[in-house]
C-alpha cells in the first residue's frame, strides 16, 4: 500500500472513532451536538491521526487500540481550528472550503468548540 493509500485507510479509521464517540451522545439532534459532528468532522488531512497511527505501528501496536489516542489528537486540532476561526482571533468565515463552525452556529452553539477538549480527555481515557 503506498502512502496515500494508508493516508486515506487511517482517515476514514478516525473519522469512524470520532463518529462512535458522538454516537451516543444524548441530544443528537441539538445544536451543540451537530456543531460539534461538523467541527470535528468537516474534512481535513488528518495528519495528526495518522502520525499516531505510524507511531504506533514502529511499536507493534495494533491499530484498534490507537483509535482512540488518534481521535482524541484530531478532537484537540478540530478545537483549535474553531478557535482560531472566531471573530475574536482571526474572524475567518471559511474553513476547508464551508463556512465556519462560528459562521455555521453563531448564536445558536458559539462556545462548541471549548466542548473539544473534553471530548478528547474522554477518548484518552477510555
Not at 488531512?45 to 514502529?58: D, N, Q, S
Not at 483549535?80 to 462560528?102: E, V
Amino acid at each position: 500500500m503506498d502512502f496515500n493509500q494508508q493516508l486515506q485507510a487511517h482517515v476514514v479509521r478516525v473519522n469512524d472513532a470520532i463518529a462512535r464517540f458522538l454516537a451516543p451522545l444524548p441530544f443528537q439532534n441539538s445544536p451543540l451536538v451537530e456543531a460539534m459532528h461538523y467541527g470535528a468532522l468537516l474534512g481535513g488531512k488528518r495528519l495528526r491521526p495518522f502520525l499516531v497511527y505510524a507511531t504506533g505501528e514502529m511499536f507493534g501496536v495494533a491499530d484498534e487500540a490507537l483509535d482512540a489516542p488518534a481521535a482524541a489528537v484530531e478532537c484537540i486540532h478540530a478545537y483549535s481550528l474553531i478557535h482560531d476561526d472566531l471573530p475574536a482571533m482571526d474572524n475567518d468565515d471559511l474553513r476547508r472550503g464551508q463556512p465556519t463552525c462560528h459562521i455555521k452556529f453563531w448564536r445558536r452553539e458559539r462556545h462548541s468548540g471549548w466542548r473539544c477538549p473534553a471530548n478528547a480527555g474522554i477518548f484518552y481515557t477510555e
